[in-house]
């Protein structure tokens, strides 16, 4: 289950990630201009400690792009290269936001699904008053399973494409992607 607090980001998540992503250089010479929201999941951190959330955003282009985060309330030792931005969080205070794939939690419960065959988390939110709800999700995501690599190593799609793959994957749908495209891919 995926605790979600109704709360105020400063900034929002979208501007954070619009700041960043000129700055990546698989983004490099790609339309990044209009980024609107298009998908978004998450998975669940079996301490409860790290949120982990994956947004897809699309251009004016129609390109759409990846981008796992992670929220922390405490920086990740040893991980500022892969720091999005700080954000005030107006529930949890301030929360540091990471690129999924350079942080430890992300890449082990990601793992963990596409082996599985495992979907995403249960989203619950939680109102002011403490109150409790079930949101559906439109996205859906599942991975393929199999058997646990020696040494895995998690291949984003940063840019979103229909390539298929014979590799363990986690796949998606969400509003106007019907049909499942692979998401991440689980290589040696």
Same mark, same amino acid.
């Given at each position: 289950m995926a605790l979600i607090h109704q709360a105020t980001l400063v900034p929002s998540k979208l501007d954070a990630i619009a700041a960043w992503l000129p700055t990546q250089e698989w983004s490099a010479r790609r339309d990044i201009t209009g980024l609107e929201a %298009? !998908?978004?999941y998450r998975f669940d951190d079996?301490? &409860?400690e790290v949120g982990i959330e994956t947004h897809l955003l699309r251009s004016? @282009? &129609?390109t759409v792009f990846q981008v796992p985060l992670t929220y922390? @309330? !405490?920086p990740l !030792? &040893?991980?500022d290269a892969y720091l999005v931005a700080t954000l005030e969080h @107006? %529930? *949890?205070g301030t929360r540091w936001l990471y690129d999924g794939v350079g942080d430890p939690v992300y890449v082990a419960v990601t793992t963990a !699904?596409? %082996?599985e065959a495992a979907g995403q988390a249960e989203l619950v939110v939680q109102a002011a008053d403490g109150s409790r709800s079930v949101r559906e999700s439109t996205t859906q995501v599942r991975g393929s399973g199999g058997s646990a690599l020696t040494s895995p190593h *998690?291949? %984003?799609r940063r840019v979103i494409d229909a390539t298929p793959t014979e590799l363990p994957h986690l796949l998606g749908t969400w509003p106007g992607q019907d049909e499942p495209i692979v998401l991440v891919e689980l290589r040696n």
């Amino acid at each position: 289950m995926a605790l979600i607090h109704q709360a105020t980001l400063v900034p929002s998540k979208l501007d954070a990630i619009a700041a960043w992503l000129p700055t990546q250089e698989w983004s490099a010479r790609r339309d990044i201009t209009g980024l609107e929201a %298009v !998908a978004t999941y998450r998975f669940d951190d079996p301490d &409860g400690e790290v949120g982990i959330e994956t947004h897809l955003l699309r251009s004016t @282009s &129609g390109t759409v792009f990846q981008v796992p985060l992670t929220y922390r @309330s !405490a920086p990740l !030792a &040893g991980a500022d290269a892969y720091l999005v931005a700080t954000l005030e969080h @107006s %529930v *949890l205070g301030t929360r540091w936001l990471y690129d999924g794939v350079g942080d430890p939690v992300y890449v082990a419960v990601t793992t963990a !699904a596409i %082996v599985e065959a495992a979907g995403q988390a249960e989203l619950v939110v939680q109102a002011a008053d403490g109150s409790r709800s079930v949101r559906e999700s439109t996205t859906q995501v599942r991975g393929s399973g199999g058997s646990a690599l020696t040494s895995p190593h *998690l291949q %984003v799609r940063r840019v979103i494409d229909a390539t298929p793959t014979e590799l363990p994957h986690l796949l998606g749908t969400w509003p106007g992607q019907d049909e499942p495209i692979v998401l991440v891919e689980l290589r040696n």
